[in-house]
């Protein structure tokens, strides 16, 4: 089951609104539109609130925030985010979707690098076609959801692309509506892609789909600790790597009620944080 957990999270100062609902639900947060969470290996939180265009970071253990953003095409601005990795707390990427890049920042949130670079934009045509997911290999290796040709990108070390799949010619492994994609410590990748989530290993190659109406309504997927959590309609599901079901948990009818819906969510430890538009909500699990 959840427990709620008033941790720190929400007793500091924060320059966001803090909020406690009839059911004493406490909450923390003020997004426009809020369309991705991710949290690093520290503890912080970032949020990519896409109605503002910026990036926000939650500091653990002073409850600072920090800011990036505001829409445009410079290295300091962002159009339609969707997505956002955290994979070692140095480094922070984010799929800015509407330029067709991906962006890197340090733990500061200040601008490091993108990819393609902004030479290689002008002088070519575009190389990602509106990138709505990113994830990382152990080996380092950028893994793109590319939505416009619903195809994933493998972007070696070296910044060049060593293959893509999940294409119009990829047989059982082609995928139709993607948005969502993350890889595991054991070189297994995982993209959500309308009711299922298709299997790969790093090299591309097909493995398995998930669903056949498993699933009531897949949102969002993540992987902590060698497992592999699914946010479906009002379950986190928890899954082997393998993806062999493990067990269920059902997020409380108090959040779930008076049109609040999870849009995306993070797991570290014992703890569940789940995204709505607006707010995020803190959750230790007990199973």
């Known amino acids: 089951m959840f427990l709620l957990i008033a941790a720190l999270w929400v007793s500091g100062d924060f320059s966001f609104a803090k909020h406690q609902t009839e059911d004493s639900i406490l909450t923390i947060g003020d997004f426009k539109r809020a369309s991705a969470l991710s949290i690093d290996p520290l503890g912080n939180l970032y949020v990519v609130d896409r109605g503002a265009n910026e990036i926000i970071k939650i500091e653990k253990h002073n409850n600072k925030i920090r800011r990036t953003g505001g829409r445009g095409w410079k290295s300091t601005a962002l159009d339609e985010p969707t997505d956002i990795n955290t994979p070692n707390g140095l480094d922070i990427y984010v799929a800015d979707y509407g330029n067709h890049r991906i962006l890197r920042y340090?733990?500061?949130?200040?601008?490091?690098?993108?990819?393609?670079?902004?030479?290689?934009?002008?002088?070519?045509?575009?190389?990602?076609?509106?990138?709505?997911?990113?994830?990382?290999?152990?080996?380092?290796?950028?893994?793109?959801?590319?939505?416009?040709?619903?195809?994933?990108?493998?972007?070696?070390?070296?910044?060049?692309?060593?293959?893509?799949?999940?294409?119009?010619?990829?047989?059982?492994?082609?995928?139709?509506?993607?948005?969502?994609i993350r890889v595991s410590n054991r070189d297994?990748?995982?993209?959500?892609?309308?009711?299922?989530?298709?299997?790969?290993?790093?090299?591309?190659?097909?493995?398995?789909?998930?669903?056949?109406?498993?699933?009531?309504?897949?949102?969002?997927?993540?992987?902590?600790?060698?497992?592999?959590?699914?946010?479906?309609?009002?379950?986190?599901?928890?899954?082997?790597?393998?993806?062999?079901?493990?067990?269920?948990i059902t997020i409380p009818s108090q959040i779930m009620g008076k049109n609040t819906e999870i849009i995306d969510f993070a797991v570290q430890r014992d703890l569940i944080y789940l995204l709505t538009e607006h707010r995020i909500m803190i959750y230790r699990i007990k199973i």
């Open 188 to 248: 297994r990748m995982y993209v959500l892609d309308q009711n299922n989530i298709v299997m790969f290993d790093i090299y591309g190659n097909y493995i398995r789909t998930l669903g056949n109406e498993s699933f009531k309504r897949l949102r969002s997927v993540g992987i902590y600790d060698n497992t592999l959590y699914a946010l479906d309609s009002c379950s986190i599901m928890i899954i082997d790597l393998d993806g062999t079901m493990k067990n269920q």
């Open 106 to 180: 340090d733990r500061n949130l200040n601008f490091v690098s993108s990819y393609p670079t902004e030479e290689k934009t002008q002088s070519i045509e575009r190389i990602i076609g509106f990138p709505r997911s990113i994830a990382f290999s152990r080996f380092g290796d950028l893994f793109i959801l590319e939505g416009e040709n619903n195809r994933i990108l493998k972007i070696n070390s070296s910044n060049k692309i060593e293959r893509t799949f999940g294409g119009v010619d990829a047989g059982k492994g082609r995928l139709i509506k993607p948005i969502r």
